[in-house]
């Protein structure tokens, strides 16, 4: 623990989903726990607190103050990229009021911390001349091309799927433009334009925070760390991750019924099947990814979602797919089938919780950025199954450099086949090298965050000389 000081108070404002919202809620913990400092955390409203969201804030220390901002116009009903991309912009005017009365009852913040679609918030910050700064909630990799996009568009005409070329950017994994961010895909809708518009303000930021630690891109975090003219200085601080005990929050039904059948599974043998708190899937490849985990023979437990021909449709609201029930979509007979070794649950299930249970033996994950550290945190190998954001480049980081996914081989933007998923489910939960690279990578986060780990001296180093009043 560090020792303790006068602390200053720092504003934390997350974009909306849980992507967001985890890693602000445990940098929030870290602030508070190891340096004392005063924390609010901002969210901005998105009409009622989903169960995922309840979860989080409820887990938050009765110390950090939590303020829901009420929600924005979206009266125009911009698609949902879109919509994530312009909430923070449409909630200006409320973080203004806030900050209005942390000036009346002194001191203001000493910061004002946002995530990657939060960037014009810096606008309030320079108003009540407070110090601005980012935390890049995805991989270093990703950010890297985030600073870079900027230039690429003054560069480069043509749709970046169409590229001829990968893009090389120094430390990191070449990327081929059709594997880029969702976002930056089609460079005519207003979703490329105001990610654009955030990106380019990023070098506002006096500092950036990402998601991140030394261990696990160090090629890609030197690059980045290089001086440079106008680059913010990088502060790898990760892996920030809500850390669950097999043994703890019990109390829902749900909740029981996973965990309490996880412990009646042999060590390592369950692979947990889930695409995050807004991922879905078609009808056609539903079908396929059950019909193919039951060849597999593996024990599984698989959170299922009502399908959509959206990949993202559930981003804001994992619980706001109608009335329908999500088993009713798979197959005849598939529940009857398989009840003897895999557990089917609708929507929702404690994460956290499951990764950390010691029957978890493999995860196949949409490779949403905070999926990928709860793995390596507790040393669980990975089935690389990209859907939206910026997860084909984090698919193509863990499988090309990181090692520590499978892929199915004819991974493309079709229906993957049942027996590609079934051979792949069955390499993962069989084989041993991706495996024994995640026990590597575990010990790596661990010291990470240890006393004098690289991510807790970087933080450190960040509070102590920007952030703690003296």
Known sequence: MAEAKA???????????????????????????????????VIPGEGPPTKSQRAVVESLSPSINTVLLPPPDFSDHPPVFTRLLLTVIRSNSALRQLFRSFEVEGPLPVALVVDPFGADA???????HVAPYLFFTSSANALAFALYLPELDETVSCEYRDLTEPVHLPGCVPVPGKDLLQPVQDRKRDTYKWFLHNAKRYREAHG???????????RAIKALQEPATGRPPIYPVGPLVNIGSSDANRTEKSESECLQWLDKQPPRSVLYVSFGSGGTLTQDQL??????????????????????????????????????????????GFMGRTQNRGLVIPSWAPQAQIMAHPSTGGFLTHCGWNS??????????????????????????LVEEIRAALRPPSFSDGVIGREEISDVAKRLMEGEEVRNRM?????????????????????DDLVSFRWVKS
Not at 208 to 218: A, T
Request: glycine fraction near 8%; charge should be negative; hydrophobic fraction near 45%.
């Open 372 to 397: 990928i550290l709860e793995s390596i945190v507790n040393g669980v190998p990975l089935i690389a199954w990209p859907l939206y954001g910026e997860q084909r480049m984090n698919a193509l980081l």
């Open 7 to 41: 602390a200053g108070h720092v504003v934390i404002l997350p974009s909306p989903g849980m992507g967001h919202l985890i890693p602000a809620a445990e940098l929030a913990k870290r602030l508070i726990l190891r340096h004392g400092l005063a924390v609010t955390v």
């Open 287 to 332: 079908n396929e990814l059950a019909l193919g985990l039951e060849d597999s023979h593996q024990r599984f437990l698989w959170v299922v979602r009502t399908p959509s021909g959206i990949a993202n449709s559930a981003i804001l609201d994992s619980h706001s797919q109608g009335d329908d029930d999500p088993l009713t979509f798979l197959p005849h």
């Open 439 to 459: 026990n590597e990578l575990k010990e790596a986060a661990s010291m990470a965050f240890s006393g004098d780990g690289s991510s807790t001296r970087t933080l």
């Open 122 to 128: 810096f606008d309030v910050a320079a108003e009540f």
């Open 208 to 218: 950036i925070l990402v998601n991140s630690f030394q261990e696990l891109e160090p």
